[in-house]
């Protein structure tokens, strides 16, 4: 017979500040955002988040989340 209640196996979810800690450091673009700037905030070269985040260019989308530095 199955039970009404939850089960004890069911976790709840990690919250997204545990999930970002987990990955790493990232950053959702906002409007004038550029990855020089970016480079200076986070002290990281502009070649680190392109490679990052697989980038060919310097384009950000607004909204875009990158990939700045990910927690060995």
Do not use: C, F, K
Request: hydrophobic share 40%; no cysteine.
């Amino acid at each position: 017979s199955r039970s009404s209640g939850p089960t004890a196996t069911t976790t709840p979810a990690p919250s997204p500040a545990a999930l970002s800690a987990d990955a790493g450091v990232t950053h959702t673009v906002a409007q004038g955002d550029t990855l020089w700037d970016l480079s200076i905030r986070y002290g990281v070269s502009v070649e680190q988040i392109q490679a990052l985040n697989q980038m060919s260019g310097n384009n950000l989308r607004i909204g875009q989340v990158l990939v700045i530095r990910v927690v060995e």
